[in-house]
């Protein structure tokens, strides 16, 4: 498959300056000043294929949206260099922006008093959208959004999981090649999460586009993405599929187990680390390589009801792969 993006060490450095409190060191800072250099984005590495779409991870300041708007043209890199579709982004040209796409789930760029309609008209005169063009990807995008009923209704009177809909819309009318969606879930109800995640799943799928997808909702990353790339402090710590990714630091099981008598914790504590007891039920830890075997010793020990073993959760996970990177 082709590529449809390159990144090669990737560097984006801020200069800021340290100002002591006080009046008088304010008015010192004017003469001298102390400066502070924070790498945002650190030498950062990887390829997309063309079709792709990639789960893009870490906390909050590790970089994430900094790498998205360097990649789109918004920020120019400090150093490294990155082509997207063949271009590169900070050129800022006009065939390159028709290309791409940015989805912020915290920053809107629909007019908030008007109708979502009035947005997608402005949008399709800035991309030169042909009107029949537009008129049929608006209906392709309205009808698979469930939103054709609110396409009249002003912004401000929208639920949330409305007006991502919309900003999803008014993002793709021009068919863009890469699309780069930051949080695009983010303060949503579940059922409009699941509704957006269908969505972005069906519209890969179907127009074959290359997706970044940046989420603090695992459930996103879950059932999207095959393959997620992970940065801390802006620097790239894992790179290869989701499913390793939960084989390679999920390293316990849990074993929910309901017993038929009570039963006491102390004589848990000899299979697996226990989480969560209450003389009838218990959660229990168990290194992911001995399952079998605890099961089949629980089994043998206590009169169970019920037995359930579950992967450690996503989120869970990746929280550990950041505090390890600290």
């Known amino acids: 498959m082709a590529k449809a993006i390159i990144v090669r060490n990737l560097t984006k450095t801020f200069e800021l300056t340290k100002k002591a409190e006080g009046f008088w060191n304010s008015v010192k800072s004017l003469f001298k000043s102390e400066k502070q250099y924070v790498h945002a984005v650190n030498g950062v590495s990887f390829d997309i294929e063309k079709g792709e779409l990639i789960g893009f991870l870490g906390p909050n300041g590790a970089g994430k949206t900094t790498t998205l708007k360097m990649l789109s043209g918004i920020l120019y890199p400090t150093s ?12 800022h040209q006009d065939d390159y922006k028709r290309k791409i796409s940015m989805v912020m789930g915290q920053k809107s760029q629909l007019w908030f008093d008007l109708p979502a309609i009035e947005s997608f008209l402005l949008n399709r005169d800035i991309y030169e959208i ?5 008129r049929a990807n608006l209906d392709y995008l309205s009808n698979l959004l469930e939103v054709k009923e609110f396409l009249e209704v002003p912004v401000r009177k929208l639920s949330l999981g409305q007006k991502m809909k919309c900003e999803l819309i008014a ?14 879930t983010i303060g949503m109800d579940v059922t409009a999460q699941k509704a957006v995640r269908g969505f972005i799943k069906r519209y890969n799928r179907e127009k074959k586009a290359t997706i970044i997808l940046t989420s603090h909702y695992m ?13 801390n402090k802006g620097e790239k710590i894992y790179d290869n599929s989701y499913a390793g990714l939960v084989k390679k630091y999920a390293r316990e099981k849990y074993i929910d187990l309901v017993f038929d008598e009570k039963v006491l914790k102390k004589d848990l ?38 037995i359930d073993v579950q992967e450690k959760q996503a989120a869970d996970v990746i929280a550990e792969i950041f505090a390890e990177g600290k």
């Open 171 to 184: 993002a793709l009318l021009h068919d863009p090649q890469v699309i780069f969606l930051d949080e695009p």
């Open 80 to 91: 490294g260099s990155a082509k997207v579709l063949g271009y590169y982004p900070w050129d």
């Open 219 to 231: 459930d996103d990353i879950k059932e999207l993405c095959e393959r997620v790339i992970i940065i």
């Open 130 to 134: 042909p009107e029949k063009k537009f």
């Open 269 to 306: 504590l000899k299979y697996g680390k226990v989480l969560e007891f209450d003389k009838l039920s218990a959660k229990i830890a168990i290194p992911r390589e001995n399952v079998s075997d605890v099961l089949a010793k629980l089994v043998k020990k206590f009169k169970i009801d019920d």
